[in-house]
């Protein structure tokens, strides 16, 4: 098997009582797309920090392209390739659209002049944000936001896209056109993390889930068996509104 290009192994990490991975490992490999699931408050977006560096596990070790990058800080890793977006979105405010995303260019991909501006519009038409361009982040409507939001992880120009929550609060349709642009940028050979309570907006774009739990991977494999599974049934979908998506399992 090839080196993986995102490894995590023995994470552990806690808040005070609270741990939120114990002993945790996990790998993905080079445009993968990776769901995860599970309870609110079982650490997924803690994950995504140790992975992002803007949390330091307390043990364990974090590789990303074939390098160690467990002590290096944030914007050591967005060069390096790993892109992420925030549970809640975090613009420039008062930047418009199109510089919100220039910056992450500049600052996240290393891309200058003539080069950093076409990549930009780029991502702009990519998550449908072109009309907007010229719009200040503030005044964008959620769907907007979230979608700034994966514009300016894009913007980075990642090999490795850590998206968290991106669906929470849309409507069906809305979705639906994530899930495309999703799909879309995997097609292209981009690897996806997904965190995602809207189930099945996983479902239609990920080969692969797992169900984090008390701190570590509970379930890891094919979508509709991880949903299927007792455990993850009881530790997360049995309490949830999204229990169709594993009814309808083989
Ligand atoms: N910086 C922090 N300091 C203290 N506690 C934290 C911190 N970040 C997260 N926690 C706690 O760690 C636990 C896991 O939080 P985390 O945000 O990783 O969960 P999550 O799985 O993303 O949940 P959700 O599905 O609700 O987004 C929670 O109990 C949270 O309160
Ligand atoms: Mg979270």
Partial sequence: MTEPLLR????????????????????????????????NGAGKSSLFGMISGDLRPDRGKVWFAGREITGAPPHAR???????????????????????????????????????????????????????????????????RKRLELARALGTAPRLLLLDEVAGGLTEPEVHELV?????????????????????????????????????VVADGEPMRVLADPKVRELYLGAGPETSAAEEGP
């Fill in 78 to 144: 967005t060069r390096a390739g790993i892109g992420r977006t925030y549970q809640v979105p975090r613009p420039f405010s008062h930047l418009t659209v199109f510089e919100n995303v220039l910056v992450c260019g500049h600052q996240g991909a290393g891309l200058a002049g003539r080069q950093a501006w076409a990549h930009a519009m780029d991502v702009l038409d990519r998550t449908g944000l072109a009309a907007l361009a010229n719009t200040p982040a503030g005044r964008l409507t959620l769907l907007q």
């Fill in 180 to 216: 495309e642009v999703v799909s879309r940028l995997h097609a292209e050979g981009l690897g996806v993390v997904w965190i995602e309570h809207v189930v099945h907006a996983l479902v239609s774009t990920v080969g692969r889930m797992i169900c984090l739990a008390g701190g570590d």
């Fill in 8 to 39: 995590l192994s023995g994470i552990t990490k806690s808040f005070g009582k609270v741990t939120v991975a114990d002993d945790l490992s996990l790998s993905v490999q080079a445009g993968e797309a990776l769901g995860i699931v599970g309870p």
